[in-house]
Nanobody
Framework: QVQLVESGGGSVQAGGSLRLSCAVS????????MGWFRQAPEKEREAVAFVYSRGGATYTADSVEGRFTISQDNGQNTVYLQMDSLKPEDTAIYYC?????????????????????????WGQGTQVTVSS
């Protein structure tokens, strides 16, 4: 059974850095895009960053632009989220998600608010806590 395995969360002081990793395990998935969502307590889930598997184009939310960088290793079916200059408002559970190839005909934009149903693979979530 294909799973997304996340690692790299933790606690850090404001201004610090963390690097999240997400790897596909249990099989091979041909993806249209992979990326990260986050959800803070009592807040709606937010799309953070995505990378399109073919071509490598990326999307980064305005709230993290210039501080977070998403990258991929297609050979390993892995994505990374480098988070720098972390702020307390970045505190959340971060979820890795992957959209399978073929779903783009229904969900062409991975970052659109309406695209969540297109992601068929989700990680278990990893906690990121930033203290002031």
């Amino acid at each position: 059974q294909v799973q997304l395995v996340e690692s790299g969360g933790g606690s850090v002081q404001a201004g610090g850095s963390l690097r999240l990793s997400c790897a596909v395990s249990g099989g091979k998935v041909i993806t249209y895009c992979m990326g990260w969502f986050r959800q803070a307590p009592e807040k709606e889930r937010e799309a953070v960053a995505f990378v399109y598997s073919r071509g490598g184009a990326t999307y980064t939310a305005d709230s993290v632009e210039g501080r977070f960088t998403i990258s991929q290793d297609n050979g390993q079916n892995t994505v990374y989220l480098q988070m720098d200059s972390l702020k307390p408002e970045d505190t959340a559970i971060y979820y890795c998600a992957a959209m399978a190839w073929g779903m783009q005909y229904q969900f062409p934009s991975c970052s659109a608010a309406t695209s969540s149903p297109g992601f068929g693979y989700w990680g278990q979530g990893t906690q990121v806590t930033v203290s002031s």
